[in-house]
């Protein structure tokens, strides 16, 4: 069965097209910013355009923008060709990445990604089972600075964190389409909807009431 995986979460920008768990082709670059813009030529440059029975999304936590992209272009495709869509969680996908390149199993996997207004998303998850050991949260990187004890973390936010902290070992980590087959099962099922982890960026504007 052929699974089109689409991520577009962070500033890293990938494609996948596999069949089974063998990919057979796949873009991956940092981006940044310009998701919307690439996504539909990049699909379009997959062999048959992409056509697959199956599409898989990355919903989140990341990119306001992003996430959104992502998830439009993969309903969108599902209705056209009339295929089902599940979603996968960013920070999931990053620990499964991290487990591959030897982990210690006996160890938890931090996860640290750059979230918005200062703040980083942070999840632990097993390092065996990569079962989440906390739930998600966004934090302002200070705090997160002041309370995350694991020396060693990963991500994208990583970096931020080490530095602002002052000790520990710092890994780089984007998702990767093409390492969708490393998730287990039970975090391939997620619903095709945003997972964006903290608050709206837009701020409803204030309503002036005029003096009687």
Known sequence: MRTLVIDCATQAFSLALLDGDRCIAHQHRMLGR??????????????????????????????????????????????????????????D????????????????????????????????????????????????????AATLEDRRVHGSGAAMLVEARGWGEAADCYPDARDYPLLPEVHRGLPPVAIYGRGADARPMAVTVPAP
Request: charged share 15%.
């Open 34 to 91: 310009g998701h919307a813009e690439a996504l539909v030529p990049a699909i379009a440059e997959l062999p048959d355009r992409g056509r697959a029975d199956a599409i898989a999304v990355d919903v989140g936590p990341g990119s306001f923008t992003g996430i959104r992209v992502g998830i439009a272009a993969a309903r969108a495709l599902g209705f056209a060709w009339g295929v089902p869509i599940t979603g996968f969680g960013c920070l």
């Open 93 to 144: 996908l990053c620990a499964a990445m991290v487990r591959r390149d030897g982990a210690p199993a006996d160890d938890p996997i931090t996860i640290v990604a750059i979230g918005g207004h200062g703040e980083l998303f942070c999840q632990r998850f097993d390092g065996d089972s990569l079962a989440p050991l906390t739930p998600l949260a966004s934090t302002p990187v200070a705090d997160l």
